[in-house]
């Protein structure tokens, strides 16, 4: 998978995990499509004008993701359907500790991928939704300089707070399901707690290395 398209996604799921409290946007009165437009944009022109970033600065990378990207996730309905079933039967501290172990690999996993940005573009497709839908996907290519445009979708719900993105489709895979099947696979074999630790495992091995490109899973 090309490391541009690591970064979008990344963008918008590794933010989800944060347990962070972060002021949010007056972006309610946004339609999702727009609220989509507008973060993408805000993170390649950051990046494109940011040399730190470019070159890998950790401190940098996390400041774009906690402002730019952290306040328009559904971190709780992203986290539920990562650990499908599962997630009923889970405590309320495995549900934390969880939510925070998975947070931590898509940071070190993704982070990477935010200093490859070069000239790729990204294209929206127009949006079929209606007034009263609360569930909607919005659907993009990113154009690149070689070959042929790369698919890449979202899934954004509307709460209380606005739009918020809960999923990311990358050439037709869904992020959260290919999660999913990974959970329900760990779970299956060590339990709840047998799947935080290997998650807690794989994050320690990833802080103690320099920042690198992703790959899709843990």
């Known amino acids: 998978m090309k490391p541009f398209m690591h970064l979008i996604a990344a963008a918008a799921v590794t933010a989800a995990f944060s347990t962070s409290v972060i002021a949010q946007p007056a972006a309610s009165a946004e339609a999702p ?7 993408s944009a805000e993170v390649i022109d950051s990046v494109k004008n940011d040399k730190a970033i470019q070159s890998g ?16 996730v559904d971190a709780e309905k992203m986290t ?3 650990a499908g079933r599962h997630w009923r039967t889970a405590t ?6 969880l939510t925070t172990e998975f947070r931590n690999l ?3 996993t993704y982070s990477g991928a935010l200093s490859t940005i070069k000239n790729e573009t990204v294209e929206f ?18 154009n690149v300089a070689r070959g042929e445009p790369i698919t890449l979708n979202y899934r954004l719900a509307k709460n209380g707070n ?3 993105i809960y999923d990311v489709n990358i050439l037709g895979a869904w992020l ?4 999913k099947s990974t959970f329900n696979s760990e779970i299956s074999k060590t339990g709840v707690d047998g799947l935080i630790k290997r998650l807690a495992d794989r994050n320690a091995q990833l802080a103690s290395k320099p920042l690198a490109a992703p790959a899709t899973n843990g």
């Open 33 to 39: 499509d727009v609220l989509v437009k507008r973060i």
């Open 57 to 72: 600065d950790r401190s940098k990378i996390m400041g774009l993701v906690n402002t730019k990207i952290l306040p328009y």
């Open 80 to 82: 539920q359907q990562a």
């Open 92 to 97: 309320p501290d495995q549900q934390k500790r």
């Open 106 to 108: 898509l940071v070190y």
């Open 125 to 142: 497709k127009p949006m079929r939704a209606a007034a009263t839908d609360t569930d909607v996907e919005v659907r993009s290519q990113v």
């Open 162 to 164: 606005g739009w918020k």
């Open 176 to 179: 959260v399901e290919t999660y």
